[in-house]
C-alpha cells in the first residue's frame, strides 16, 4: 500500500527557513520520482519540485532558487529545505509521486500535507 507521510510544517517569519521530510512506503525512490507540490486558496496546486531515482532534480518556477530537496542513499526519505520564505509561500505542502518521472508536473500518490505559514 502506497503511502506518502509528511512532516516538519509550522509558522515561520518572512526570511526563514524550514525543513520538511516525506516518508514514502510502498515504493522505492532508487526506481520512482517523489517531491512536492503546495495548495494555497485562490492559487491551486503548485509544484515545488521532483527528485528521480537517478538523483535528477526538476524545481517548479515559484520557489526555484530558494528550495533543495535530498535524500541519504538507500533512504526512503526526501527532505526539502526552503529558504527565505515568504508569506507567498505560505499554504499546504503535500510529498508526492510522479508517475511520469520528472518530466511533467503530473502526480498520482500524495499525503495528507502539512501547513506552512510565513508571518509577514
Known amino acids: 500500500q502506497v503511502q506518502l507521510v509528511e512532516s516538519g510544517g509550522g509558522s515561520v517569519r518572512t526570511g526563514e527557513s524550514l525543513t520538511l521530510s516525506c516518508t514514502v512506503h510502498?515504493?522505492?525512490?532508487?526506481?520512482?520520482?517523489v517531491g512536492w507540490f503546495r495548495e494555497a486558496p485562490g492559487k491551486g496546486r503548485e509544484g515545488v519540485v521532483c527528485?528521480?531515482?537517478?538523483?535528477?532534480?526538476k524545481y517548479g518556477d515559484s520557489m526555484k532558487g530558494r528550495v533543495s530537496i535530498s535524500r541519504e542513499p538507500g533512504q526512503n526519505t526526501v527532505h526539502l529545505t526552503m529558504r527565505d520564505l515568504q508569506p507567498d509561500d505560505t499554504g499546504v505542502y503535500r510529498c508526492t509521486s510522479f508517475p511520469e518521472g520528472c518530466y511533467e508536473w503530473s502526480y498520482d500518490y500524495w499525503g495528507s500535507g502539512t501547513q506552512v505559514t510565513v508571518a509577514s
Open positions: 527528485l528521480n531515482g537517478r538523483g535528477s532534480r
Open positions: 510502498g515504493f522505492s525512490l532508487d526506481y520512482y520520482s
